[in-house]
């Protein structure tokens, strides 16, 4: 498995990391708890060693099963979890009020059975608390070693800016893939000037970019993208233009569409670490597959041409939580 180093900060980390949340949360119903550390670990035995969690997937349940599955590798890999909402449950709003975020780090510790935390994001900016402020405690965090590096999730470029200076930011972790490029204007240039590292979010589009649903595709009752306006069974349809030009190129090369979505990535920038998520062993596979695809200058110019030609319909978030990106 190749590797990459996030930003400045010397982080290594598996080209690839494995975004942990559908193990317990968000995609209906999740598989049983053995099956997700038989998951998690068959990841780590294919090179995967960096693992994505938040206290508030399950709530704690996935933080619990990252845990168990991961204790007896765990000096041999990266665990990134994230802090910020009230009482682990995103639905509450945000909360970055020091007091919670040295709370959240004391009992994400316990739940991940270990002494450290290699990553720490702020999993939304929290506009109650000066960004200085939260910098500033995940300092002393790092300070006394129970913190390694500070993340930032979703945050716009003052807020990047105003962290950076107090604590170096090691990574962003915020959506961005073939259907959500808005990160490319603002940034992406600015995590090259900084020297932080980007870690995409669902980079396979929460499943759509695969190819796998299309607008017929009914989700269970609980599946949390019945609430998104992408997924919509009327901007499903409509964006089905994209999964047309995702699918000439993969079957040109003979490749699969998730793999496309993940080498486009990939070939982005060398700082960039992609964490697509997936409950099957056979999809774990093929997504680590995409490591071994080259896309060449002209592919990439190619995909950029038929991305810009395309416009893709339907917010991310509904607008509750669309408020608290990009702050
Ligand atoms: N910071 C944030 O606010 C934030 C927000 C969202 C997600 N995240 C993190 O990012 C990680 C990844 O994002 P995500 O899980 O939302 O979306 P994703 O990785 O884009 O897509 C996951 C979905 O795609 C399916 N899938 C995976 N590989 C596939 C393949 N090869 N072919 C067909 N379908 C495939 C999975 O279903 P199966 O399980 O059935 O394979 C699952 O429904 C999460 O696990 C979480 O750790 C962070």
């Not at 599955?69 to 994230?82: C, E, F, H, M, S």
């Not at 002494?115 to 300070?143: N, S």
């Not at 893709?312 to 978030?317: A, I, K, L």
């Amino acid at each position: 498995m190749q590797k990459r180093v996030l930003g400045n900060s010397g982080l290594e980390v598996s080209a690839l990391g494995l975004g942990c949340m559908g193990l317990s949360h968000a995609y209906g119903q999740p598989p049983d708890k053995a099956d997700g550390i038989a998951l998690i670990r068959a990841a780590f035995e294919r090179g995967v060693t960096f693992f994505d969690t938040a206290e508030v997937y399950g709530p704690f349940t996935n933080e619990e099963l990252l845990g168990e599955a991961l204790q007896p590798i765990r000096d041999q890999v990266i665990i990134a979890t994230k802090f910020g909402f009230r009482e682990g449950d995103a639905s509450k709003g945000v909360d970055s009020r020091p007091e919670n975020i040295r709370a959240v780090a004391e009992a994400s510790l316990k739940r991940l059975r270990t002494d450290r935390i290699d990553l720490f994001y702020q999993h939304r900016v929290d506009p109650a608390v000066p960004m200085e402020e939260v910098a500033g405690t995940v300092r002393e965090l790092i300070a006394e070693g129970k913190v390694k590096h500070f993340g930032l999730s979703e945050a716009g470029v003052d807020s990047i800016r105003r962290a950076h200076a107090v604590q170096p930011v090691t990574a962003l972790q915020s959506e961005y893939s073939l259907w959500w490029r808005e990160p490319e204007t603002e940034i992406l240039p600015l995590l090259e000037e900084l020297g932080i590292g980007f870690v995409p979010f669902s980079p396979l589009g929460r499943g759509f970019l695969t190819g796998a649903m299309d607008a017929n595709t009914a989700f269970d009752a609980n599946d949390f993208r019945n609430g998104l306006p992408r997924f919509s069974e009327e901007n499903r349809r409509a964006n089905a233009g994209l999964l047309e030009v995702i699918g000439t190129l993969a079957d040109a090369k003979g490749v699969s569409r998730a793999q496309i979505a993940l080498a486009w990535l990939l070939a982005r920038k060398p700082w960039i670490v992609p964490i697509p998520g997936t409950t099957k062993r056979h999809r774990l596979d093929e997504n680590i597959g995409a490591m071994a695809i080259t896309l060449d200058a002209q592919d990439m110019a190619g995909i950029t041409a038929a991305l810009d030609a395309i416009t893709v319909v339907g917010e991310r978030y509904p607008a509750q939580l669309q408020r608290t990106t990009g702050r």
